[in-house]
């Protein structure tokens, strides 16, 4: 027999009490990992961003639109490689409740500018002949069991009427990180449409995206770029996507400051359901540790036996909890796809699971430790547990 | 005052408890040696310091004033951690109330002690096995605690103590909590252990019949030998 074995023989004392503590753990694992998962998913979008590409908008707002003429102004910008435009679209597509984003852009160079949408050359040239073609993400079509050659009838809300647009192409993204529920149309179909009906609103963008040569020329192309405009119709505020993307979040900054302080109060209650369990197991065997400091174990063996004992249980505990979060994230993932269109457990997540499982484990059992260690044989030997 | 038959040597030993602000005197310079090989039991009424004594020599409290040398070795000089190791290498001991491990068998209470020393697994088990059939429960080494009687478990918590060899055998009161006839057993075994395997033994005990099987007594009474 070694002092291990000797861990797992007091660790099948109280099944009950055991069981319980794992699945304890596990929840609060469980918990913490879906928190983190959400807030993560939150902030999918400035984690998406590449970091070559640039976002220009009108400098009051994102509402406000920028002339089409900018285009070949931006272009000319050195550093600029390619330049894409976009106006959110939206509408209704089937009811209200269904949520993806629905946008016009160019289709000369939105695959381009976005590589991580993975599609075949004739889809991008029939992207292009298509005057009210689309193309959809992967994730989209599967959701409403779209295909190539379907017809999608969009009810206009920004821009009122009656929209029909044919999916010309299903994009594929490159990897976890990208989006695949896009709905992207070709914007000379839009802008046809508006100067017919709104001659005004016509040959104006809503936002600019290009890509850049070299990334370390990013903040001198940003300001050149808001230099060239600063004297015309509509200023522009040019910055990463990222921090263009972060924009969005920051206006829900309290809602997941709050959800990231819950996942650490879970950690907190994790720390009190392990220390608890381990408290009373302690005690229950303070005369046991003083016959094990009689024939002659040290504070390191009895260390090893309270927080080996400890450490077992929050390591299951987490590994079940962890492995509980994934069917559970994938589901949730499925069921929410259009709220977070990706949202899936980071490594950075799981790192951090694990330590605070691990952490637990240590911290549950200090006291315990302590009491057992400092405390004299001779009060050992006459508790009365 | 050391000669070569002496084993243990107690010199002006005093001890004190604090309660509070409060000092407990327990025992008062207390002198007395013990030969090698003997079988010594500590009476007293309850409060007299006979268990404190016990617990002094064996290593497991600290006197207040005065000197132990067990073997040679002045114990009351040691640290926490030389002391428990000198403890697992020296002394063995027998609790009145067994104080077995309840989630291992019986063979491994008695391996407890051996989970400290270099010993191969195969001289692990040798050691083990003679223990237990020196106390005669070769036969039930696969048994829990709860599934032998209260002697019996005093027996496995005997072979508990001899299991590493030690030179010196201490046990407070071992028949406290024994009915006549297992009592009978332990006090048999304890002999034979002093007479066969040559251990010397302190035991603490209130009981007169028990007291008997010893060479000598002490009678202590408020913390001065009588």
């Known amino acids: ?385 | 005052m050391n000669n070569s038959s002496t084993i243990v040597s107690v010199q002006n030993i005093s001890k004190s408890y604090w309660r509070e602000k409060l000092e407990i005197p327990v025992l008062s310079n207390i002198s007395f040696d013990i030969p090698d090989g003997e079988f010594l039991s500590l009476m007293g009424p309850s409060g007299s310091g006979k268990t404190t004594l016990l617990n002094l020599i064996a290593g497991i409290d600290r006197p207040t004033s005065g000197t132990i040398t067990v073997s040679g070795n002045n114990i009351t000089s040691l640290n926490e951690t030389s002391l428990a190791k000198w403890r697992s290498n020296n002394v063995g001991f027998v609790f009145q109330f067994y104080n077995l491990l309840p989630v291992l068998t019986a063979y491994e209470n008695v391996e407890l002690p051996l989970l400290l020393t270099k010993l191969s697994k195969k001289e692990k088990k040798e050691h083990v096995q003679f223990a237990l059939e020196t106390v005669g429960l070769a036969d039930r080494m696969d048994h829990s605690p709860k599934q032998l009687s209260g002697g019996q478990q005093q027996r496995v918590a005997i072979a508990r103590a001899i299991v590493t060899d030690p030179t010196l055998l201490v046990a407070d009161e071992p028949t406290g909590d024994l009915d006549k006839h297992s009592a009978e057993e332990i006090m048999i075994l304890l002999e034979r252990l002093n007479s066969e395997l040559k251990k010397t033994i302190i035991m603490v005990t209130h009981d007169p019949r028990a007291a008997e099987k010893a060479h000598t007594t002490k009678h202590l009474d408020k913390g001065e030998l009588s």
Not at chain 1, 203 to 228: A, C, M, R
Not at chain 1, 257 to 273: H, K, N, Q, T
């Open chain 1, 1 to 385: 027999m070694q002092i291990i074995k000797l861990v797992f023989k007091n660790l099948k004392r109280h099944l009950l009490r055991l069981f319980l503590t794992i699945i304890g753990v596990a929840i609060a694992v469980l918990a913490f990992t879906l928190l983190k998962t959400v807030v993560t998913a939150w902030y999918a979008g400035v984690d998406a961003a590449a970091n070559n590409r640039v976002v220009s908008t009108h400098a009051v707002s994102f509402i406000f639109p920028l002339p089409l003429t900018y285009r070949e102004q931006i272009a000319r910008v050195e550093g600029v490689d390619k330049v894409c435009y976009f106006n959110w679209f939206q509408g209704v597509y089937k009811d209200k409740n269904q949520f993806f984003p629905r946008m016009a852009t160019d289709p000369e160079t939105f695959f381009d500018v976005y590589p991580e949408c993975i599609t075949t050359p004739e889809v991008k040239e029939k992207f292009i002949r298509t005057r009210n073609g689309c193309v959809i993400g992967a994730k989209l079509a599967k959701e409403y069991n779209l295909k190539v050659g379907d017809k999608m009838p969009v009810t206009g809300d920004i821009y009122p009427g009656d929209w029909e647009f044919e999916i010309v192409g299903i994009y594929k993204g490159r990897d976890k990180k990208s989006d695949e529920t896009w709905m992207v149309f070709n914007w000379n179909y839009l802008n046809e449409q508006i100067r017919a009906t709104q001659p005004s609103r016509a040959e104006h963008v809503g936002w600019y995206t290009f890509t850049v040569n070299k990334i370390d020329k990013i903040p001198q192309v940003s300001k050149q770029i808001d230099e060239l405009f600063k004297n015309s119709e509509a200023r522009t505020k040019t910055e990463t996507e990222a921090a263009f993307n972060q924009g969005f979040i920051s206006m829900s900054g309290a809602i997941l400051a709050a959800l990231e302080f819950v996942s650490y109060v879970i950690v907190g209650i994790l720390l009190l359901v392990l220390g608890n369990t381990m408290v009373m197991s302690a005690r229950e065997r303070i005369r046991e540790y003083a016959v094990l400091k009689t024939i002659g174990f040290t504070s390191s063996h009895l260390t090893i036996l309270i927080m080996g004992e400890s450490i077992i249980i929050s390591i299951v505990g987490g590994a079940i909890g962890i492995a509980l979060t994934y069917p559970l994230v994938a589901g949730i993932g499925e069921a929410l796809a259009r709220i977070f269109p990706i949202f899936n457990i980071a490594p950075s997540t799981l790192i951090f699971a694990i330590f605070f499982s691990l952490f637990a484990g240590v911290v549950a059992s200090a006291f315990p430790v302590y009491r057992a260690t400092k405390m004299s044989i001779v009060d050992g030997l006459r508790h009365i547990g």
